[in-house]
């Protein structure tokens, strides 16, 4: 019972207060006598402190030390305060090392608990000392232990009845662990094993120990076990179950924890095949194998543990990153991102050309096309064609321009049909005289736009394709083969980029006039501000 007591919960500060209340009572009854009125409101004080005390624990057990410290439930109070140090000097004078109080104390048993602590030493003595006092006079809700002296020679020992009572618990419970550690333990007590066997695992000579009896013990009460079992056979068996009990504990379930297990599983293969050798005659290489398999395998499985646990983490990390990114996206729109470099910003952080194409999929800006995505990729390959020039493999990517651009003439050609069909469907609906009427731009004047802009890029187109028909034809130098491979793509891809500006030019029409929309050209010329 004074073991429970001197665990129960108390905190410092209400440990100091108490102290310091008791110690308040006996200044002022020696200053002022017991019935002055100081005193007898330090007595209030000190009842109505202690009461809140056992409010919160069960008991509160007072214990003085050698070397001048106070316990009060295992809280230090330090002597810094005068009135602590008249608490501990006036227990010393009556002998008193240690007592317990208990919930229930009433009001006149505190009163008579004061009576008696501030009692002259001489009068304790003769009644038997603190506990025999206590006894005579009835006083409730106080436990105190008497104590007597006993001479001892050199050859005997003095061993604290408390330090023998944990001795005998303590080997109670390795006795327990070594039974389930062997298959024999009992399910009542299943928990509280499970715990030994963790605090055991923290060290790899202690826990091998364990483990080695166990296999030894299972051996004893089973004999020779199942055919062709040996001794490295039961060992491992019981490496699994302790492996196996600290998987429902929290030392597997945490980082740090999972490390200090690897280190100990690391150690232990050494700790056990030693300790198999002083128990059995000698160790072969194929019970070594067995063990070292064993342990091995419990390895990897905390290590997987750790993968998974730090996967999960980076992909939750991950997804979250993603969602701000595309938001981000969204929020800027084509435009924007293009003024910000972020698609070169990522790809030189490592981020391949699909992935980006994913994103900008997932955002919803590239539209139903891809349009803004295939651009992208046209890009990076057109990138990875300037980077490879002279190191053998531009004729590949070569071919990925080409099939690139390709793809991209089919995505436009689409888009100009819808966007007929898109114009008719309006026709049919007399959308044009709505959106005069509301200011809009009309569908005319929207072809107008577009057959001068057809007409702009058939000038520099035209002048592009000529200047690289010369380059090929060596009209004005000599090429290599390698050279007249890109000239033919870019006329290639002019070639197509002249039929989408055809396509535009039979949707939109020719110029109505001779003369140029000025407006249009200062729009299409002009540089930006």
């Not at 009433?106 to 603190?130: H, T, Y």
């Not at 009992?186 to 120990?209: L, M, R, T, Y």
């Not at 050798?277 to 290590?303: C, F, H, P, W, Y």
């Not at 470099?341 to 490592?350: K, M």
Request: glycine fraction near 8%; include cysteine; proline fraction near 2%.
């Amino acid at each position: 019972m004074a073991n429970d007591a001197a665990r129960a919960p108390i905190t410092v500060s209400y440990a100091d207060d108490l102290v310091r209340s008791w110690g308040l009572i006996f200044s002022n009854t020696f200053l002022y006598g017991p019935s002055h009125g100081v005193t007898v409101k330090a007595m209030a004080d000190g009842y109505m402190i202690m009461t809140k005390c056992l409010a919160e624990c069960p008991d509160i057990t007072f214990q003085l030390t050698d070397d001048s410290r106070i316990i009060v439930n295992e809280q230090i109070v330090e002597q810094k305060n005068p009135l602590v140090r008249m608490f501990y000097t006036h227990l010393r004078e009556l002998d008193i090392l240690t007592f317990s109080i208990e919930q229930g104390m009433s009001e006149d048993a505190f009163k008579n608990l004061m009576e008696v602590l501030n009692a002259k030493p001489d009068e304790i003595r003769q009644l038997g000392g603190f506990a025999g006092t206590i006894a005579s006079l009835g006083i409730q809700n106080v436990r105190a232990k008497k104590v007597s002296y006993q001479k001892v020679t050199e050859d005997e020992m003095v061993v604290d009845k408390d330090a023998m009572d944990g001795a005998d618990q303590a080997q109670a419970a390795l006795e327990d662990v070594v039974a389930f550690l062997s298959g024999g333990g009992s399910e009542e007590k299943h928990e509280g094993v499970v715990k030994a066997v963790e605090n055991a695992a923290s060290d790899a000579e202690k826990f091998g120990d364990l483990i080695v009896q166990a296999a030894d013990s299972e051996e004893k009460r089973d004999g020779s076990g199942a055919e062709g079992e040996d001794f490295a056979d039961r060992v491992v068996k019981s490496l699994k179950r302790a492996f196996d009990g600290l998987s429902e504990t929290s030392v597997i379930k945490t980082k740090k924890g999972r490390k200090s297990l690897i280190k100990t599983l690391t150690k232990l293969e050494k700790e056990i095949l030693a300790r198999i050798r002083n128990v059995k005659d000698g160790v072969n290489e194929e019970q070594v194998k067995k063990v070292s398999e064993a342990i091995e395998t419990m390895t990897e499985e905390l290590q997987i543990d750790e993968l998974a646990t730090e996967y999960v983490k980076k992909a939750s990390a991950a997804d979250e990153n993603e969602k701000r990114l595309l938001k981000f996206m969204q929020a800027k729109g084509v435009d924007g991102l293009a003024n910000i470099d972020l698609q070169e910003r990522l790809i030189s952080g490592g981020l391949s050309p699909d992935a980006w194409s994913d994103l900008l999929n997932k955002s919803g800006i590239a539209g139903s096309g891809g349009g803004i995505a295939a651009v992208g990729h046209l890009a990076m390959l057109l990138a990875e064609m300037e980077k490879n020039v002279g190191e053998g493999q531009l004729s590949d990517v070569l071919e990925g321009v080409h099939a690139e651009v390709r793809k991209m003439v089919v995505r436009t050609e689409r888009k100009i049909l819808d966007l007929v069909e898109s114009m008719r469907d309006e026709d049919e609906a007399g959308v044009e005289t709505d959106a005069a009427a509301d200011g809009k731009m009309t569908k005319r004047r929207m072809l107008t736009i577009l057959a001068e802009i057809a007409q702009e890029l058939c000038q520099p187109l035209a002048v592009m394709n000529c200047s690289i028909d010369m380059l090929k034809s060596g009209t004005i130098g000599q090429v290599n083969e390698q050279q007249t491979n890109m000239l033919s793509l870019a006329l290639e891809s002019g070639a197509k980029l002249g039929k989408l500006i055809d396509r535009l030019t039979k949707i939109s029409g020719l110029p109505t006039t001779m003369s140029p929309d000025a407006n249009i050209q200062r729009y299409l010329y002009e540089p930006e501000s």
